[in-house]
């Protein structure tokens, strides 16, 4: 499968804190073209869906609950070896522990509430895309 597709969301933290702009600033300057994009909010019952790889973790329901708590930007982004660039660009999952500059660092609350997602494989991109867009809506 070509490495040259990774999904994203931005949180409800980010999006409820103004940060989308940003945000969306941050992944153009990083090289990534926009392929889908949209504004939504996801029912306990998708969360739980999309995250049930994370179902046997002690955080699942804690996760569940934060990414139904409001509206997210989901979005298909396109580069070069864009799934190891797009999690280099976002920073460790604790954003006490990203890297100066990565998003994570730059706008996440907690390790929880932590800013924004990034696919962490070409095959899991691939999946979590088509969760969200119809092949009409990717570009
Ligand atoms: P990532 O989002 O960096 O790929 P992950 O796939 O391990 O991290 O976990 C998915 C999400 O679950 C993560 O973005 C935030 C939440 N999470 C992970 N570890 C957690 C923890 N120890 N406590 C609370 N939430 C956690
Ligand atoms: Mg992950």
């Not at 933290?13 to 702009?21: E, K, Q, W």
């Not at 029912?43 to 569940?64: D, I, M, W």
């Amino acid at each position: 499968m070509k490495d040259n597709k990774t999904f994203t969301m931005i949180k409800p933290d980010a999006v409820g804190n103004g940060h989308i702009g940003a945000i969306l600033d941050q992944i153009i300057k990083g090289g990534f073209k926009i392929t889908a994009m949209k504004y939504t909010k996801l029912t306990e019952q998708k969360a739980g869906e999309f995250y049930e790889v994370h179902k046997e973790r002690p955080f699942y329901g804690e996760l569940v609950s934060f990414m139904s708590s409001g509206p997210i930007v989901a979005a298909i982004l396109e580069k070069d070896n864009a799934v190891d660039d797009f999690r280099k660009l976002i920073g460790a999952t604790d954003p006490s522990k990203a890297d100066k500059g990565t998003i994570r660092q730059l706008f996440a609350e907690s390790i929880g509430a932590n800013a924004i997602h990034g696919s962490d494989s070409t095959e899991n991109a691939q999946i979590e895309g088509s969760f969200f867009f119809s092949s009409l809506e990717k570009f």
